[in-house]
């Protein structure tokens, strides 16, 4: 079964400065996506990033990049110049659309404090 | 993007009534919509996978006669907590899978349950 890990419960940064989530996961497929959702306050789910796992360039979305290791099965966020609105919890995702049920997989998530 | 809208967006009633939440998808047709429980400062638990015109498929431990699901139609999934208790007072999110050449899952914004 396939299994996300964030090792990181908190994190703080200070504004402006960059801040990198980790993320670790588990699988036997070759093909999957892998995900970073934003949760505010507000409680909505926004995706902030996407990665193809055939893909072997990172994604990079403005202020956002990741650092995909598929061997190591390692996904990272990175969050350049860091603004109050970016604290949030942050949840690394999993999703195989070719599997029967198409779950998405979920890790416990990175509460992100900015500090101003 | 895609918008995907639930009502109510906060319910409070009676333990031992039922409620009903909707989950619809505003600007596309879902086929496939999933229901997720959040519990505070947690990550998201899928409960379900519904599928339109067919019956839903539950996540184990869940209940299938206490949180019914229908999907009836392309646009539109509900979920009925029936006999509610104060233990089900949750955050509850739907998500609708829009398939085409970026298949992406857009999450509603929420549906808090409280039970008194």
């Known amino acids: 079964a396939q299994t996300v890990t964030q090792s990181q419960p908190e994190m703080s940064v200070q504004e402006a400065e960059t801040v990198t989530l980790s993320c670790t996961y588990d699988?036997?497929?070759?093909?999957?996506?892998l995900f970073w959702y934003k949760q505010p306050p507000s409680r909505q789910m926004i995706l902030v990033i996407r990665?193809?796992?055939?893909?072997?360039q990172n994604a990079t979305e403005n202020r956002f990049s990741v650092n995909f290791q598929k061997a190591a099965k390692s996904f990272s966020l990175k969050i350049s110049d860091s603004q109050l609105g970016d604290a949030a919890m942050y949840f690394c995702a999993y999703r195989n659309p070719m599997n029967r049920d198409d779950k998405i997989i979920f890790g416990k998530g990175t509460r992100l404090h900015i500090l101003p | 993007g895609a918008v995907v809208s639930q009502h109510p967006s906060w319910v409070i009633c009676k333990s031992g009534t039922s409620v009903k939440i909707e989950c619809r998808s505003l600007?596309?047709?879902?086929?496939?919509m999933f229901w997720y429980r959040q519990f505070p400062k947690q990550s998201l638990m899928l409960m379900a996978t519904?599928?339109?015109?067919?019956?839903?498929?539950?996540e184990q431990g869940v209940e299938k006669d206490k949180f019914l699901i229908n999907h009836a139609s392309l646009t539109l999934s509900t979920l009925t907590v029936t006999s509610a208790h104060p233990e089900d007072s949750s955050f509850y999110i739907c998500?609708?899978?829009?398939?085409?050449?970026?298949?992406?899952?857009?999450f509603g914004p929420g549906t808090r349950l409280t039970v008194l």
């Open positions: 600007d596309f047709q879902a086929t496939t």
């Open positions: 519904s599928n339109e015109g067919s019956k839903a498929t539950y």
């Open positions: 998500s609708a899978r829009k398939t085409g050449r970026r298949d992406t899952q857009y």
């Open positions: 699988t036997s497929e070759s093909d999957y996506y």
């Open positions: 990665q193809e796992a055939y893909k072997q």
